[in-house]
């Protein structure tokens, strides 16, 4: 029998989350589509302190609910998955810090920051949102082509949001112009998520789809991170 998959929750787990609550739901319902038995594990993180946390995991999930007890420790969490390539998928915050920590490392940005920790910063490529996104949802386009339409198909779909942060419009296209590339619009053309090409699944998404799972239904992009996890497991076992 194949060994289940292994999946790492980065973030601070608090059940009043409603992300949170629909986390393992929605592992649930994708890894029985999938057909593969998996483990998932929370990751505090300020439990992060270096990359041995991440060692074994097939693939990383990082989680709403910023701000994190720690930045840092969010971070290099997903910047191992990046180097290492390890599949990775980071709703809400997760998207958010993924813009910061590919921004910094790999731009070399080393003052890109979020506005929510330091309102101050003088290059916040994650910003205030002009209409908060708190209980919303919106009609997004993804982007011909992407990962993203590959996973929920080319036509239109609704999804829910809860935050007050985005994508700062300054810096899209100096942030997108690399391998990194925009790929779901909201209606005015905002970026609502992200993914990275050359990478065997690295994708930021501004909603939760996760939510999709209280529902009973299963959210594509978590079965298309099972799915590349498990062809990342086979690969190197």
Do not use: K
Request: hydrophobic share 45%; proline share 6%.
């Amino acid at each position: 029998m194949a060994a289940p998959l292994r999946i790492g929750l980065v973030g601070d787990h608090d059940e009043s989350i409603t992300a949170h609550r629909a986390i393992p739901w929605a592992l649930s319902l994708a890894a029985g589509v999938a057909g593969v038995e998996l483990r998932s594990t929370w990751l505090h993180t300020d439990t992060l302190l270096d990359e041995r946390a991440l060692d074994g995991f097939d693939a990383v999930w990082c989680v709403p609910g910023s701000p994190y007890a720690s930045m840092d420790g969010a971070l290099r969490a997903i910047r191992f998955a990046r180097e290492q390539r390890v599949p990775f998928l980071g709703t809400c915050g997760g998207f958010q810090h993924a813009v910061i920590e590919y921004a910094r490392h790999v731009l070399g940005w080393a003052d890109a920051d979020h506005a929510e920790t330091a309102p101050n910063a003088a290059r916040a490529v994650i910003h205030h949102l002009a209409c908060e996104l708190v209980e919303a949802s919106e009609l997004l386009t993804p982007v011909a082509g992407s990962r993203v339409a590959q996973a929920c198909g080319d036509q239109r779909f609704m999804e829910g949001y809860r935050c007050r942060f985005g994508l700062n419009p300054d810096f899209v296209d100096a942030l997108t112009v690399g391998p990194l590339r925009a790929a779901v619009h909201g209606p005015q053309g905002d970026v609502r998520a992200v993914e990275l090409d050359g990478h065997p699944f690295f994708i930021g998404t501004l909603f939760q789809p996760e939510r999709a799972a209280l529902e009973g239904r299963v959210p594509p992009l978590v079965l298309a991170l099972l799915r590349a996890a498990r062809r990342q497991h086979e690969e190197n076992h």
